[in-house]
């Protein structure tokens, strides 16, 4: 979905390092949503956000941490890589109410540990 | 623990044919579900969903149908193009936060 994009597209990076995911979204919704996706799996939630002041961790957050900018803005931190946070991430955004469940996803970024 | 499965990792449907995508889940507390599409290399893109206050909902060529008798759901899509092709996902609102609880996903695979 072109209103949610994800950068970098693909990125190599060698243990240890720092790594920042950024996520934008135009479609004006409050939650915003980091997800990992390995193969043969679902899709499993590191962090979301309800707001800019409500970060909560999702089922799989240690090594991760998260950062909301803005609404439009959510990235998502590997403070030190390791090699099994090799996978695919992606950012979702969603609106609040009932009837808004839905969750709309970005194109996802491609991480790789050596 | 409770949870959203899938029956089926890989269906191959011939072009043409109807193909049925199944789901089962557990949580009995679920009352929004969701199917999603993810092509190769793009993100999960929202198909159709439908409440638990309804058991049967249509869109162009897909249906949903929730069985909550036996915590069932499936997507029928009508006709399967090679469009089609891709691994499709179920997932349950889990209470009202918002959440998503996702299935491991089907790969559909449409043979000429």
């Known amino acids: 979905d072109a209103d949610v994009t994800q950068t970098p597209r693909n990125r190599i990076t060698k243990t240890g390092k720092r790594i920042m995911l950024e996520c934008s979204q135009t479609k004006g919704h409050d939650r915003m949503y980091w997800y990992r996706q390995d193969p043969g799996l679902g899709l499993r939630l590191i962090y979301y956000?309800?707001?800019?002041?409500d970060i909560n961790k999702g089922e799989i957050s240690d090594g991760y941490s998260v950062s909301r900018q803005a609404q439009a803005k959510f990235s998502l931190s590997l403070e030190s890589a390791i090699p099994n946070q090799t996978a695919l991430y992606f950012c979702a955004t969603s609106d609040w109410g009932p009837g808004t469940d839905t969750q709309y996803f970005g194109p996802g970024t491609r991480l790789t540990v050596l | 623990g409770e949870s959203v499965g899938l029956h089926l990792p890989t269906l191959s449907v011939q072009e043409g044919d109807n193909s049925i995508i199944n789901c089962a889940y557990s949580?009995?507390?679920?009352?929004?579900f969701i199917w999603y599409k993810q092509e190769s290399g793009k993100g999960p893109q929202f198909i159709i969903d439908?409440?638990?206050?309804?058991d049967k909902r249509q869109g162009q060529r897909v249906t949903v149908l929730l069985n909550k008798t036996v915590k069932h759901l499936s997507l029928q899509i009508a006709a399967t193009q090679p469009g089609d092709s891709a691994v499709y996902f179920c997932?349950?609102?889990?209470?009202?936060?918002?959440?998503?609880?996702f299935g491991a996903g089907t790969q559909v695979v449409v043979t000429p």
């Open positions: 997932a349950e609102n889990i209470g009202r936060w918002g959440k998503l609880q």
């Open positions: 949580n009995s507390a679920s009352d929004y």
């Open positions: 439908i409440r638990s206050n309804m």
């Open positions: 956000s309800f707001d800019v002041k």
